[in-house]
């Protein structure tokens, strides 16, 4: 497509002096004065420039004629920031072409200059927030300006890197802002308005935070539990979910990964069985379940863990009847080991100190029917 794109070399002081380029062609003309313009110098000696550009590292003679050559273009061009060293790189562009045409020389080598003139153009003016990335912006501009562009470009992703990195880490900051108004409404007892909060904040933080994405739209899916917003909590907990299911993909031996997992699977059977949807709530217990017993039994030791798969057996149990005997079985056994072993307390909150008894007497009335 033909378009036409305007620049203005650094340290131009008017705009007749505006570079005009014609991006499909290679075309380049200085308003106001086309006879220094590049296409107009490169026109004169098109066969000595292309036979520079392909033997410039060859022997040392050659060497020595390239950069007198260079020089020469360089004064004829008469540009801001093309020095005799620029040019040179310019030659050795040219020399990497394939099959290049005779005819084809003046345009490429002005279509090099206008876009190398841009850049430097882009460079002046850019401002990164990041005082490295700066430093790194300022100096791939010094090495293209000696012709060194592909250091200039190894220095321009070094601090792009940079950049990029300054505005996560700005964004991640926003973000824990938003999270905490969150927890200033949940102090308030706003808890709509504390979950929405965090489901903003989720939004706000950068692509390479999912795990504190995925606890944010956690917390939201509990708040809006507590405030009564089922359609919205299941969208939060299903949300999470899939944050941790990428996560523990890429990372399976990860046990923290697999208990998020876990633990969002038990809400959203929560919130299924307040709504009455028992196929649903079965399939995510059944998946809590499954997740819990496979880490109770990786660490046996960890008591956390343990009471996590008490609580599975407990809520499949209620959720299908069929196998309850088994799996208040399964919890009785589990939390009678951490009782004999002293980790009842503190392992299991006060809130949870009954679960031996309340086990014991539900299995006995499934037993007595």
């Known amino acids: 497509m033909l378009g036409w794109q305007r620049t203005r070399p650094a340290g131009s002081s008017s705009i007749e002096e505006t570079t005009l380029v014609r991006a499909s062609e290679g075309s380049v003309a200085v308003a106001g004065d086309n006879i220094n313009s590049p296409i107009t110098v490169y026109n004169h000696d098109p066969e000595e420039i292309k036979r520079l550009a392909q033997q410039l590292d060859r022997f040392e003679g050659d060497r020595r004629a390239a950069e007198a050559k260079a020089a020469e273009l360089a004064r004829q061009l008469d540009l801001t920031n093309v020095t005799t060293q620029t040019v040179i790189g310019f030659l050795r562009v040219l020399g990497r072409e394939p099959e290049l045409k005779l005819d084809q020389v003046p345009a490429k080598m002005a279509e090099i200059t206008a876009s190398y003139l841009q850049m430097q153009e882009h460079l002046a003016y850019l401002s990164p927030q990041d005082s490295i990335a700066a430093d790194f912006a300022r100096r791939a501009s010094a090495e293209a300006e000696k012709g060194n562009f592909e250091e200039a470009d190894r220095l321009l992703e070094q601090a792009e890197v940079r950049e990029l990195a300054a505005i996560d880490e700005h964004l991640r900051k926003a973000a824990q802002l938003r999270a905490a108004r969150g927890d200033n409404a949940e102090t308030r007892l706003q808890r709509g308005e504390a979950a929405a909060h965090y489901e903003q904040a989720a939004q706000m933080l950068p692509p390479n935070a999912s795990a504190m994405k995925g606890l944010y739209l956690f917390n939201a899916g509990n708040l809006r539990v ?27 031996g990860d046990a923290g990964w697999r208990h998020a997992l876990s633990v969002s699977n038990e809400r959203i059977g929560d919130v299924q069985m307040a709504q009455g949807d028992l196929a649903a709530a079965l399939t995510s217990y059944r998946a809590y379940h499954a997740n819990s017993e496979s880490l109770a039994q990786v660490d046996p030791g960890n008591a956390e863990w343990q009471r996590d798969l008490i609580v599975s057996c407990v809520k499949l149990a209620e959720a299908d009847p069929a196998v309850a005997p088994t799996l208040l079985a399964c919890a009785l056994d589990t939390a009678m080991q951490l009782e004999d072993s002293g980790r009842l307390s503190p392992a299991l909150s006060p809130a949870d100190a009954w679960m031996p008894d309340e086990l014991t007497r539900r299995l006995a009335e499934l037993t007595a029917k």
Do not use: C, N, Q
Not at 231 to 245: G, K, M, R
């Open 226 to 252: 507590v405030s009564g917003d089922s359609a919205s909590a299941l969208t939060d907990f299903w949300a999470a979910l899939a944050i941790y299911e990428t996560l523990a993909r890429a990372d399976p």
